[in-house]
């Protein structure tokens, strides 16, 4: 049975930084794709970013230039690094992982609070 477990979130003042970590474990397989989904109240939860495991990446264009996503396919370990950061991204962050075929696993989320 595959975990995701999202670290790293928190409250920040508008501009700052965060760094969220997911650890996946259990039976990983690969060729698959990671990555970051965000649900703020009231809204749908939307992606953020994502990275396959060759190392392909795409964002949302609301956070391009500002945040980054990374992985340690070693680890099974996917990273969000977030700049900059507005009150707009205060959300609950997800972490993701997703193949080919099948439903995508799903963490419990983390609360990111970005303060004006």
């Known amino acids: 049975q595959v975990q995701l477990v999202e670290s790293g979130g928190g409250l920040v003042q508008a501009g700052g930084s965060l760094r969220l970590s997911c650890a996946a474990s259990g039976n990983i397989f690969r060729p698959n794709t990671m990555g970051w989904y965000r649900q703020a109240p009231g809204k749908q939860r939307e992606l953020v970013a994502a990275i396959t495991s060759g190392g392909s990446a795409n964002y949302a264009d609301s956070v391009k230039g500002r945040f980054a996503i990374s992985r340690d396919n070693a680890k099974n370990m996917v990273y969000l690094q977030m700049n900059s950061l507005k009150p707009e991204d205060t959300a609950v962050y997800y972490c993701?992982?997703?193949?080919?075929?099948?439903?995508?696993?799903w963490g419990q989320g983390t609360q990111v609070t970005v303060s004006s």
């Open positions: 993701n992982l997703g193949y080919v075929i099948g439903p995508p696993l």
